[in-house]
């Protein structure tokens, strides 16, 4: 079926939701008044639509190919991404002074969204670029940024990130790349590279790739890794492609979905590359770039989510079986159960990445630290509420279609197969929670308690007008945040024991919070009811998400792996 972007539900959102409004009284986005931003929402919406969403099958069914060393990309691509380029849409809020639209992160986070809800396979190509212009910014010499910055905005240029290797994971410190001061302000970098999406591609003229590498006196563990750029082919100061670089895909990886999206292993040999920051500082021009890709990877299973809902819902109202008021499926309770679950998770999730963008936005136009807090606090749970969303949401699709969504020609089984990576990639859902109960608490919880504060005092105020659904989200805050109390006395096994449920339980909060302005919002129509839903059917689930914190992490570890043994 078509995939249509959901632009009246952004809008929506924006204006009553997430306070987006607060972005645009600043001075630095003052020019992304709301006429601009409906205008750049309904054009990326008609890109989504018209180009990339007929692109989604192709993807699936005419893989991304290794073909003589070089990777032939699915049907349709190029002409796809060409589209994308130029619109512009890669560098949306990338600064103007090279080339970029300089709009705020919030309305690039609605943009990719809707690329990721038409063709996840596509979209990730652009995100990529986007994580790395953002690197480049913060971290990049003025000789750099001049280069590559220009190029990477157009289009003209892709990005990618190289950390993983056979041996290196998550545990990125133990990387063995190496990289040897060449004596000229270049350094030869050897080492291979795995799981590196959209390593290479046929529809842009240089692919410019970030590889994370250990200088040969450099310490063991992350302090020791420097960040390079390696492009594929070696650039001059003009931008004038010369050699090719020292580099190869050796191979594309065999996935379970993404078909369309080449997944290499990649081959540095010696590959001429230049520092970006001091060295050691890899890791930190990394995670910006990280950071910035988590917010997306979490935008990216909202967006499959919202694909898959639109496609499940199609067939429901669509397929004739058995008997109901309306003749076909979606008249029956427990489809009508999985719809609306899956729409109102969609509306949590996607909330939630928005508010992290407003909250990244803020931080940026005004320098103030509780706000920088926000976001950093929100990140974690955007990415993996988002993603698991996503997962839930594709899965539940599959099961709307009943026996038709096990077959592939319905298109069903692609949205979870696309989407389940995205939990896995920018940091396991597990690795977020860690770092939620870890690094996000070192604060004393100022950050999570500000947000409940903000919670519990707009419940409070919605009593007057929705007094059952606002104290049903007051009382969910109020145990949430006695959880968090509990939890910050706790050692950190204890709290890595049941970090996920604990941000699966803030998020199940988050998602009754944003459900009630949009209900206030919206009393008696389709938001407040499904608000409704969403308030009595979904926010209980926090009492028993909260219920397995408490229990730390005691019997856990006891479990042995003789226990765990087939």
Same mark, same amino acid.
């Given at each position: 079926?078509?995939?249509?972007?959901? $632009?009246?539900?952004?809008?929506?959102?924006?204006?009553?939701?997430?306070?987006?409004?607060? $972005?645009?009284?600043?001075?630095?986005?003052?020019?992304?008044?709301?006429?601009?931003?409906?205008?750049?929402?309904?054009?990326?919406?008609?890109?989504?639509?018209?180009?990339?969403?007929?692109?989604?099958?192709?993807?699936?069914?005419?893989?991304?190919?290794?073909?003589?060393? $070089?990777?032939?990309?699915?049907?349709?691509?190029?002409?796809?991404?060409?589209?994308?380029?130029?619109?512009?849409?890669?560098?949306?809020?990338?600064?103007?002074?090279?080339?970029?639209?300089?709009?705020?992160?919030?309305?690039?986070?609605?943009?990719?969204?809707?690329?990721?809800?038409?063709?996840?396979?596509?979209?990730?190509?652009?995100?990529?670029?986007?994580?790395?212009?953002?690197?480049?910014?913060?971290?990049?010499?003025?000789?750099?940024?001049?280069?590559?910055?220009?190029?990477?905005?157009?289009?003209?240029?892709?990005?990618?990130?190289?950390?993983?290797?056979?041996?290196?994971?998550?545990?990125?410190?133990?990387?063995?790349?190496?990289?040897?001061?060449?004596?000229?302000?270049?350094?030869? $970098?050897?080492?291979?590279?795995?799981?590196?999406?959209?390593?290479?591609?046929?529809?842009?003229?240089?692919?410019?790739?970030?590889?994370?590498?250990?200088?040969?006196?450099?310490?063991?563990?992350?302090?020791?890794?420097?960040?390079?750029?390696?492009?594929?082919?070696?650039?001059?100061?003009?931008?004038?492609?010369?050699?090719?670089?020292?580099?190869?895909?050796?191979?594309?990886?065999?996935?379970?979905?993404?078909?369309?999206?080449?997944?290499?292993?990649?081959?540095?040999?010696?590959?001429?590359?230049?520092?970006?920051?001091?060295?050691?500082?890899?890791?930190?021009?990394?995670?910006?770039?990280?950071?910035?890709?988590?917010?997306?990877?979490?935008?990216?299973?909202?967006?499959?989510?919202?694909?898959?809902?639109?496609?499940?819902?199609?067939?429901?109202?669509?397929?004739?079986?058995?008997?109901?008021?309306?003749?076909?499926?979606?008249?029956?309770?427990?489809?009508?159960?999985?719809?609306?679950?899956?729409?109102?998770?969609?509306?949590?999730?996607?909330?939630?990445?928005?508010?992290?963008?407003?909250?990244?936005?803020?931080?940026?136009?005004?320098?103030?630290?509780?706000?920088?807090?926000?976001?950093?606090?929100?990140?974690?749970?955007?990415?993996?509420?988002?993603?698991?969303?996503?997962?839930?949401?594709? @899965?539940?699709?599959?099961?709307?279609?009943?026996?038709?969504?096990?077959?592939?020609?319905?298109?069903?089984?692609?949205?979870?197969?696309?989407?389940?990576?995205?939990?896995?990639?920018?940091?396991?859902?597990?690795?977020?929670?860690?770092?939620?109960?870890?690094?996000?608490?070192?604060?004393?919880?100022?950050?999570?308690?500000?947000?409940?504060?903000?919670?519990?005092?707009?419940?409070?105020?919605?009593?007057?007008?929705?007094?059952?659904?606002?104290?049903?989200?007051?009382?969910?805050?109020?145990?949430?945040?006695?959880?968090?109390?509990?939890?910050?006395?706790?050692?950190?096994?204890?709290?890595?024991?049941?970090?996920?449920?604990?941000?699966?339980?803030?998020?199940?909060?988050?998602?009754?919070?944003?459900?009630?302005?949009?209900?206030?919002?919206?009393?008696?129509?389709?938001?407040?009811?499904?608000?409704?839903?969403?308030?009595?059917?979904?926010?209980? @689930?926090?009492?028993?998400?909260?219920?397995?914190?408490?229990?730390?992490?005691?019997?856990?570890?006891?479990?042995?792996?003789?226990?765990?043994?087939?």
């Amino acid at each position: 079926m078509p995939y249509r972007s959901p $632009v009246s539900e952004f809008t929506f959102l924006l204006d009553k939701v997430v306070g987006f409004s607060a $972005v645009q009284g600043t001075e630095r986005f003052a020019e992304a008044t709301p006429d601009t931003v409906q205008a750049v929402l309904t054009e990326a919406g008609k890109l989504c639509d018209e180009v990339m969403g007929p692109l989604q099958r192709n993807g699936d069914l005419d893989p991304a190919a290794l073909e003589n060393g $070089v990777v032939r990309t699915s049907d349709g691509f190029a002409g796809g991404y060409e589209a994308i380029a130029e619109g512009g849409w890669v560098a949306i809020a990338a600064d103007p002074e090279h080339g970029g639209m300089g709009l705020p992160l919030t309305v690039a986070t609605a943009v990719n969204e809707m690329m990721a809800g038409a063709c996840l396979s596509l979209q990730l190509n652009p995100l990529l670029t986007q994580g790395q212009i953002e690197a480049l910014e913060h971290h990049g010499d003025d000789a750099m940024k001049a280069l590559y910055l220009p190029k990477l905005i157009s289009g003209e240029w892709s990005g990618t990130m190289n950390l993983t290797e056979p041996q290196a994971g998550s545990d990125v410190g133990a990387l063995t790349c190496k990289a040897v001061d060449n004596g000229d302000g270049t350094f030869a $970098v050897t080492g291979q590279k795995i799981y590196i999406s959209w390593g290479d591609a046929d529809f842009v003229s240089n692919v410019c790739h970030l590889v994370l590498a250990r200088l040969p006196d450099a310490p063991a563990g992350t302090r020791g890794i420097s960040l390079f750029m390696v492009p594929k082919y070696i650039p001059d100061a003009d931008g004038n492609l010369g050699p090719a670089n020292s580099l190869r895909v050796v191979s594309l990886e065999h996935k379970m979905g993404l078909h369309g999206s080449p997944t290499c292993v990649m081959s540095f040999e010696g590959a001429t590359g230049w520092m970006i920051g001091a060295p050691g500082s890899g890791m930190k021009a990394m995670f910006t770039m990280m950071n910035n890709a988590r917010l997306g990877v979490g935008g990216q299973g909202v967006g499959a989510a919202e694909g898959a809902y639109q496609h499940a819902l199609a067939y429901a109202n669509e397929r004739v079986q058995g008997k109901s008021p309306e003749r076909t499926i979606i008249g029956h309770a427990d489809v009508r159960r999985m719809l609306a679950t899956m729409k109102a998770e969609i509306l949590a999730a996607r909330s939630i990445a928005l508010d992290c963008a407003v909250s990244l936005d803020m931080g940026r136009a005004t320098g103030d630290a509780d706000w920088q807090a926000r976001a950093a606090f929100l990140t974690p749970i955007a990415k993996a509420f988002g993603t698991d969303v996503g997962c839930a949401v594709s @899965e539940m699709g599959v099961q709307v279609h009943g026996g038709m969504g096990f077959i592939e020609e319905t298109g069903a089984a692609q949205y979870y197969r696309d989407v389940r990576v995205t939990a896995i990639y920018e940091g396991t859902n597990g690795i977020q929670a860690m770092d939620m109960v870890g690094r996000k608490l070192m604060d004393g919880g100022e950050a999570a308690f500000r947000l409940l504060d903000e919670i519990e005092a707009e419940a409070e105020a919605a009593k007057a007008t929705l007094p059952d659904l606002a104290e049903a989200v007051w009382e969910a805050a109020e145990t949430l945040r006695e959880t968090a109390e509990w939890l910050l006395t706790q050692d950190m096994a204890n709290r890595f024991g049941t970090a996920v449920p604990f941000l699966r339980a803030f998020a199940r909060v988050l998602g009754g919070h944003y459900h009630l302005r949009a209900a206030i919002a919206e009393p008696e129509g389709a938001h407040g009811r499904l608000a409704r839903f969403y308030i009595t059917r979904l926010l209980p @689930e926090h009492s028993g998400l909260l219920a397995h914190v408490r229990s730390g992490d005691a019997g856990l570890m006891e479990i042995t792996p003789d226990d765990l043994a087939a």
